[in-house]
Each structure stands twice: as C-alpha cells, then as structure tokens.
C-alpha cells in the first residue's frame, strides 16, 4: 500500500471515487477490521483490502503509487 495513503482516513483517501475501488476491510497484526468507517484512519500496518475489476485495481496503482 502506498505510503501516500498512511494516516489518511478512507473517506479522505479518494480510493472509491478515484478508482471505484471498495475499500471491505482492513487488515492488521491485531487483526482485522471487517467493513470499516469511512472515518477510519489507516494506519502503517494496515493493509487495504478492496473489491474491484482488474481495471480498478490497475487505476489504483496508477493513481496511488
């Protein structure tokens, strides 16, 4: 995940309205956070996991990396 988006919350990221990417949960150590808040801030050790074509996740890459 690109450090761009460390500590930003998901609504403020722009994923959805950028790529149209879902952002359905949040992956850590601890665990996971299932269906986050669009309030919720990512943080270092969070991975992102999204639903979304192919061509979503390559609008991703070119968007966010």
Known sequence: VPKALDGKRI???GISDLTG???IALQC???SII???AGTE???D???VMLG????RE????QFS
């Open 21 to 23: 990417l879902n952002v």
């Open 11 to 13: 609504d403020e990221s």
């Open 46 to 48: 969070h991975q992102l």
């Open 35 to 37: 269906s986050p808040q």
């Open 53 to 56: 074509s192919r061509e979503q």
């Open 59 to 62: 609008s991703f890459r070119e």
């Open 42 to 44: 990512r943080q270092t």
């Open 29 to 31: 150590q601890d665990g």
